[in-house]
């Protein structure tokens, strides 16, 4: 698991060194003291989790995530103050270690990250035979699906839903009759779910029905109907090219 070190307290980065070094999955492929170098750097090493504290001399690492995005990559976040951890979780941290760091629960952090990893593999590994299975056989249109929100039990055709949105751990299904429902689960419940109907996630929020597409902007999004656009993030292009190149 390829790691990058953000943090501009030399003491703390050489403790960091020490403790990671000990762990034997785990490959630093980078450190900076400041955000302007881990702007370039993050995109450009693609690591598989960054370690960053939180205020540095020369800026904020929320920004920095907010400018590259976290969708390649987890985020531990590490900070001497504890009134950023509503905005950190909200950024989709995946831990948040208070200073001193304890060694025993960077470690553990660190390791649960490498599980997470682990499963995403398998599931992309999953999602992968379902696309070929989709572009090979086609898909039934008499499926359907139990939608929970807060106050039903909504039964939906699977080729009524024309895309799915996720924000902070809510999915919100577009109908195309225009309705909306929201239900209390991740997107990635959805995608294994969905991806044999002909579903294809183009970006870490979005899952849209391939059956709505109308264009694709080499930019990086997607027509639906009424005009609507979906992005498309960086990583997933190659992915949407492949998937509109075999069902055209």
């Not at 995005?69 to 950190?88: K, N, R, S």
């Not at 001193?100 to 990893?117: F, G, M, R, T, W």
């Amino acid at each position: 698991m390829k790691l990058y070190i953000l943090e501009d307290e030399t003491l703390i980065m050489q403790h960091l060194l020490q403790v990671v070094k000990t762990i034997s999955f785990v490959e630093v492929v980078g450190t900076s003291a400041e955000v302007a170098q881990a702007l370039t750097e993050i995109p450009a090493l693609k690591p598989d989790l960054v370690l960053a504290d939180i205020r540095l001399k020369d800026g904020d690492s929320f920004q920095l995530f907010h400018e590259i995005g976290t969708e390649d990559f987890q985020v531990i976040f590490l900070t001497a103050y504890d009134q950023y951890a509503i905005q950190a979780l909200n950024m989709g941290a995946f831990a948040y270690l208070l200073k001193p760091i304890d060694e025993v629960a960077l470690v553990s952090a660190i390791q649960k990250c490498y599980q997470h990893k682990e499963e995403e593999l398998l599931n992309k590994q999953q999602l992968s035979i379902a696309r070929d299975h989709y572009l090979d056989k086609g898909i039934a249109h008499n499926k359907r699906i139990a939608l929970k929100s807060m106050e039903f039990i909504e039964i939906v055709p699977i080729e009524d839903i024309v895309y799915c949105k996720s924000d902070k751990g809510y999915t919100t299904f577009y109908l195309n009759n225009k309705t909306e429902i929201v239900v209390s689960k991740g997107l990635k419940d959805y995608e294994l779910l969905l991806t044999p109907f002909g579903y294809l996630r183009c970006h870490q929020s979005f899952l849209v029905n391939f059956q709505y597409v109308k264009k694709y902007f080499r930019e990086g999004f997607l027509q639906v109907l009424d005009k609507e656009m979906i992005p498309v993030s960086s990583r997933r292009k190659e992915e949407v090219m492949r998937y509109l190149e075999n069902i055209a």
